[in-house]
């Protein structure tokens, strides 16, 4: 009978309506919440019964129902929260989720932490997935694995290289007697202690101890003879600096093991007028640069000695036109750190070549670290530089549009950790969701395709931001006047339906 299918025909209309308000519904109640994406009902007719006897096609529907709900990926709002986890996707792509179970899960909600363990979780435990990276060049390697960024105390880094920019003031005046015999002099020890055989050391002590005035030379044989060597390298050390350094700083350096040791840093003018070991008649002044510290030989024997000896030649105009190294640096300290440890200083002339090898040896080309200068102004070191680090947790945590994690160490270097992994689909709009922000695979969706951010389709992370529902209110409210009419006129159907049911009823009356 046509009534009855009228009758189940607004009813049909009810239900859908009905669960299309709740479509609206759920929108509205999330609309604050981080990440979602709001949902469309779509509607599709139900099965026709086609009438016989007519030239015009002529088909009785039976109603209506919902034919799914499906997700509106337009970008939402991102709103800056300051926590250094929190991301936000600009652009394509969902964040790549994994629960303790090994299942997989995709996301837009960006509000991260981390767990005891280090790793970067959302509120339900589920586990950030991306790449591991190289620490220094930030260069992904390996497969998808979960995204670690603990602050543990990073691996220490041994100083190899100091840069410095220093001025030597021209007004000072040369009073090396023997320039070649004090050269000879400290290249000599610093050579004996880079050996770390004591007999050596002990040897070009006891040989040098007749250079040194009368009354240093008896106290320094009294040492020798008691073999108070530690005693006997500290007055040698400390005469020669406090007879001849014109100027003194200090650096401080990094061995193997993280452990930081003052390197006395001492310049002697040698020359007034010659360039020393070279052509006499080259008009220029010559400097000699030696450093000493304090070193730990086997055997536990603690002595001053000396690194690195050079001579520096500067022209008329105070500009420095030679760098000679007479003993290359070999530090020995002992304390379980690689020895000897070779530390190169460098004053800084310009040339193509050895800028080339300051990149290889990642030593900046930075204006600050010019060369050494010789002008009429007091000695002053302008700015220093090495390149060793002690070990050190991150000072901050922050990423790149690109996903990488990296550690802010103390002395502005970067160490890479993790990278973001993004997944992209065919058909974002036909994931399906499964609560808690998060979304899985469907045959409407497509396969995942998971890369890295700013790759393929695939958008940018933001950190220090949330992207927010992307819910439109307005929206939603008239949507909601619209199904509220629509369930009226379908309820009215019913009763109209009714009506009629009743009257033809009344007829056996």
Known sequence: ???????????????????????????????????????????????????????????????????GITSNFTQGTLMDTGNPLDMAIDGDGLFVL???????????????????????????????QGYSLDPVTGTAAGALTDVYIRNDLQTPKATSAVKMNVNLDSNTRAHVQNPNDMLGLLTQLAQATASGNVGQLVSALQGSINRFPPDLARRLSQ????????????????????????YTTQVSVIDSQGEEHAVDVYFTKLSDSTMLGSNPASPGSTWMMWTAYNAKLPGGLQVRTLGNVQ???????????QQLTYAPGSYVFDDGSVNPQAIG????????????????????????????????????????????????????????????????????STTYVSQVALAEFPNQGGLERVGKNNFIESNVSGIALIGKPNTGQRGSVVIRNVEQSNVDITKEFVDMIKVQRFYQANAETIRTADQM???LTGLRR
């Open 1 to 67: 009978m046509s009534i009855v299918r009228t009758l189940d025909t607004g009813s049909t209309g009810l239900i859908a309506n009905d669960n299309a308000m709740s479509v609206t519904g759920n929108n509205i109640s999330n609309a604050s919440t981080a990440g979602f994406k709001a949902g469309q009902a779509r509607f599709e007719d139900l099965l026709y019964q086609r009438l016989t006897g007519t030239y015009f096609p002529s088909d009785l529907g039976a109603g209506v129902r919902m034919a």
């Open 98 to 128: 994994k629960d303790p179970n090994g299942a997989v899960y995709y996301s837009r909600a960006g509000q991260f932490g981390t767990n005891a363990d280090g790793y970067v979780i959302n509120s339900w435990g589920q586990r950030l």
């Open 223 to 246: 040492d020798l003879a008691t073999g108070n060597i530690s005693q006997l390298s500290a007055d040698m050390i400390g005469y020669l600096s406090n007879t001849y350094a014109d």
């Open 311 to 321: 001579c520096l030649t500067f022209d008329r105009t105070g500009q420095l036109r």
């Open 345 to 412: 200083f460098d004053l800084g002339i310009e040339s193509p070549q050895r800028d080339q090898a300051r990149r290889g040896q990642g030593i900046p080309l930075d204006p600050k670290l010019g060369p050494a200068t010789q002008r009429s102004a007091p000695s002053n070191v302008n700015a220093i530089w090495q390149n060793g680090q002690t070990a050190q947790h991150y000072m901050a945590i922050d990423m790149d549009l690109n996903g990488r994690i990296f550690g802010l160490n103390p002395d502005g």
């Open 501 to 503: 049911f009743q009257v």
